[in-house]
């Protein structure tokens, strides 16, 4: 049911430096990094999605314990993406980001983000072609 989490930080590449020696031992590895994030995925498994995320907050604004932070739900199909977020918005969330392809992730990813009723924010992603 998850595909990947994200946890705020105000330094990219020290906190890369800390998760490096951190997840070795469990087996994951460094897949991703940039001045805004560096992501973590299964050594033995190279072929595998990233599924932590280690990044600045996207608002801009310091990272801290919640900020930077989402979990995101993993769905089999792109209606199943929009079903999730028309049910969190019918329930009373707040729309963070329409059902959409991202293509910024990659060409096939397609997600939405909304924000439950204390405020956590949540996505919900297909990563299946079409």
Not at 45 to 67: H, Y
Not at 79 to 100: F, I, T, Y
Request: aromatic letters at 8%; proline letters at 5%.
């Amino acid at each position: 049911m998850i595909s990947y989490a994200t946890l705020g930080t105000a330094d990219p590449g020290r906190a890369a430096l800390f998760y490096d020696a951190v997840l070795a031992p469990l087996g994951q590895q460094r897949s991703y990094a940039d001045e805004n994030m560096v992501g973590y995925k299964s050594a033995a498994q190279p072929e595998a999605n990233s599924t932590l995320w280690i990044c600045k907050p996207f608002d801009g604004r310091p990272a801290t314990v919640g900020n930077g932070c989402m979990l995101a739900l993993a769905a089999e199909t792109r209606e199943q993406v929009q079903a999730v977020h028309a049910a969190a918005l019918a329930a009373g969330g707040a729309n963070e980001g329409a059902p959409g392809l991202r293509e910024v992730y990659g060409p096939d990813i397609y997600l939405a983000y909304f924000r439950d009723l204390d405020g956590n924010k949540l996505a919900v992603i297909c990563r299946a072609k079409g």
